[in-house]
């Protein structure tokens, strides 16, 4: 059943005297909002102060030698998260979603790693470093966002989702490739694979919804999950690279992501199947056109 609110609005804006009683009231509070958030840094500047910082420290990794690297990417993460934290903590402190925490992390874990894997050369350094402070201000808007759409209904919460979505699906890529590239036991692989899968779903999947039922979406992140990592175990024994690999398994995070995500908006219609269904096809193509046969 849908309500009429806006008219219900409009009654009570029609009242001359209650405006006039409820407009100090909100100019004071608006004032006092202003005056606390504007005493040093609005969130705005907030958000390019904090990924100046972590733009910084993502392109120092090159002057480490050693396995200091890694610690130095886990603290890049850590440190993403409490930037966001800082700039978005009041907003925060009546609604806190901590779902909010998990692409901004895997985001700069999943760079950082990455990054690493990349030549030496100052050129190809200061590209992904420029990619990478341009993707996390996106992605810090997107979740900012988030928090307010959970509240109410606001315009660019579409836009929000293809953003976060698509930094999601290459953080999945990104992750794989690097876990893959590792050529551990098969067991410590899949241990990896679901430390990195199954959050980038649960948040893939939560954008959509926004804290609604959270019981089920873990069920069904779950499930989406082991359905990747029995594909990935068939993956691992197949004669491709680790690069073609990822991306044959990130085709199919998105094909699950992308039903899911139409079947939640309730338009998974039969055209909208035969689009997924191409992707799956050229996804097989791919594989079969990269894969070193009799190797």
């Known amino acids: 059943m849908r309500f009429s609110n806006p008219f219900i609005f409009r009654r009570k804006r029609v009242s001359t005297t209650e ?21 040093f840094f609005d969130k705005r500047q907030k958000f390019i102060i904090g990924i100046f910082i972590l733009s910084l420290i993502f392109l120092s990794i090159q002057f480490n030698i050693g396995q200091q690297d890694i610690f130095i990417v886990f603290a890049l993460a850590i440190l993403t998260n409490v930037f966001l934290y800082w700039a978005m903590r009041r907003d925060l402190k009546d609604n806190m979603m901590y779902t909010i925490f998990i692409l901004p992390f895997f985001y700069s874990l999943a760079f950082g790693l990455f990054y690493l894997l990349i030549p030496t050369r100052i050129i190809f350094r200061l590209i992904l470093t420029f990619i990478y402070g341009l993707g996390l201000y996106s992605l810090f808007l997107s979740q900012n966002i988030f928090v307010v759409g959970a509240i109410r209904t606001i315009q660019l919460l579409t836009g929000a989702r293809i953003v976060s979505f698509m930094i999601a699906l290459v953080c999945f890529v990104f992750l794989v490739n690097i876990v893959i590239s590792l050529h551990f036991a098969l067991p410590v692989i899949l241990a990896l694979l679901l430390l990195c899968i199954y959050p980038l779903t649960y948040h893939s999947l939560w954008i959509y919804v926004l804290q609604k039922a959270p019981f089920r979406l873990s069920v069904w992140s779950g499930g989406v999950t082991f359905c990747l990592l029995e594909i990935a175990t068939v993956l691992l024994f197949w004669p491709s690279s680790p690069t073609v690999l990822a991306l044959f398994l990130g085709s199919i995070f998105y094909l699950f992501m992308g039903l899911s995500h139409v079947w939640i908006e309730r338009r998974l219609f039969r055209n909208v199947m035969w689009e997924f269904s191409w992707i799956l096809v050229v996804a097989f193509l791919f594989l079969f056109l990269f894969t070193t046969w009799g190797r």
């Open 19 to 39: 405006n006039r009683e409820e407009r100090p009231a909100i100019v004071r509070s608006d004032q006092r909002h202003s005056e606390s958030s504007q005493g």
